[in-house]
């Protein structure tokens, strides 16, 4: 299963019945693009949205193909079936696998892994009180590889009306952090920021879903993959810090050392070395552009 949906930091979605859209997504820096057969696509245009997908994917190169993920619509409408088929093709292509959208059965995740085969990764959108529920169980689903937020659809499924710092939906952002390091998995995918026009909102969203444990961020405009990116990769001080701390540890021979009139302990350690797989992943994607 896919690698990069386990390390990426920003997730762009396009809809997919605008295929022109996609190469131009690939090109945007962001690590992986989400052809969108839901939201963005009206219910008269899903089977156009589809084909359109299947044939825009032969023009794209493996390693395109490879960072590109399709968001399914949720079980129970009257797509989802052709869309599992259709992802399926699609895997066979090699596309990375797909956004559930919806999610609230580990049962659907399974069948859709079924069907799509063992290549398709898996990244439940929760987005609704059910699958908050389940948070633990579709954690734990076949070839799931990360828990992504819907704090949109969420909102309204649970009558909510949250203020601009979205303090309401603090719980449940930490439930599905939670549910995602039981599971064993790479951190969750926080939610979209709709003002597309302001880097700064985008920047403290990104801030503040990094404080909690979140690892990365669904965008919808090209311009919010840089201010997501900012964020997430560590700067050249906290690179040269990490550095520093192993260093030190070295010299100490294990265990336990001061360094700047600070102790360093397992703890500090386990963050350095989290520091500076981020950083390998960002030379890296800097590597396939």
Do not use: Y
Request: charged fraction near 20%.
């Amino acid at each position: 299963m896919s690698a990069l949906a386990q390390h990426a930091c920003s997730f762009l979605f396009v809809p997919a019945n605008r295929p022109e859209r996609i190469p131009k997504a690939l090109a945007s820096g962001a690590d992986m693009v989400i052809a969108d057969w839901e939201d963005a696509v009206a219910p008269v245009d899903k089977g156009a949205a589809r084909a359109a997908l299947l044939a825009a994917c032969q023009a794209l190169e493996p390693a395109q193909r490879a960072r590109l993920l399709v968001r399914i619509n949720a079980e129970g409408t009257a797509w989802h079936a052709e869309d599992v088929r259709a992802l399926a093709q699609l895997v066979g292509q090699g596309v990375a696998g797909a956004v559930v959208a919806k999610a609230e059965s580990p049962g659907t995740l399974a069948g859709v892994a079924a069907v799509a085969g063992a290549g398709c990764a898996l990244l439940p959108l929760v987005e609704s009180v059910a699958g908050l529920d389940e948070a633990h169980a579709l954690a734990r689903a076949p070839q799931v590889v990360r828990l992504a937020f819907g704090h949109l659809d969420f909102q309204v499924d649970a009558g909510m009306q949250c203020g601009p710092d979205e303090a309401e939906l603090l719980p449940v952002r930490m439930a599905l952090v939670f549910a995602s390091r039981r599971a064993g998995l790479a951190q969750p995918v926080d939610g979209v920021t709709v003002d597309t026009r302001d880097a700064a909102l985008t920047t403290a969203d990104t801030q503040r879903a990094q404080r909690m444990g979140f690892g990365a961020k669904l965008c919808i405009h090209p311009a919010q993959v840089a201010a997501v990116h900012t964020v997430f990769d560590p700067d050249e001080a906290a690179v040269a810090q990490a550095n520093r701390v192993q260093q030190a540890l070295r010299e100490a021979g294990g265990g336990v050392c001061v360094l700047d009139g600070r102790m360093v302990d397992a703890p500090v350690l386990k963050h350095a070395e989290q520091v500076l797989q981020r950083h390998a992943w960002a030379l890296q994607r800097t590597a396939m552009r």
